[in-house]
């Protein structure tokens, strides 16, 4: 049974740092493509960052520069450090798996930033 757990969401005050982690079980870490996306509310989900199962990254525009997605493929985990956060990145944030036709997302983690 395949399982992603996101972890490491709270309140964090605007300017502070946060890192997500989202561990993975019941798959083939290594051949994955992961990705960050989020969905704050009452907004449609959006990509944050995606890493792919050879390491090249990308990241939508409103997060480039201050958050950074990287993975262990010893722990079977994709980590996503946010730095200079905005009350704009308030969000749940969820992490997706994908190799080819298989997709698994996990239940999210919720992220507060006040101003």
């Known amino acids: 049974q395949v399982q992603l757990v996101e972890s490491g969401g709270g309140l964090v005050h605007a300017g502070g740092s946060l890192r997500l982690s989202c561990a993975a079980s019941?798959?083939?870490?290594?051949?994955?493509?992961m990705a960050w996306y989020r969905q704050a509310p009452g907004k449609q989900r959006e990509l944050v960052a995606v890493?792919?199962?050879?390491?090249?990254?990308n990241y939508a525009d409103s997060v480039k520069g201050r958050f950074t997605i990287s993975r262990d493929s010893g722990k079977n985990t994709v980590y996503l450090q946010m730095d200079s956060l905005k009350p704009e990145d308030t969000a749940v944030y969820y992490c997706?798996?994908?190799?080819?036709?298989?997709?698994?997302w996990g239940r999210g983690t919720q992220v507060t930033v006040s101003s």
């Open positions: 890493i792919s199962n050879i390491g090249i990254t």
């Open positions: 997706k798996g994908n190799y080819f036709d298989n997709v698994y």
């Open positions: 019941g798959l083939t870490f290594r051949a994955y493509d």
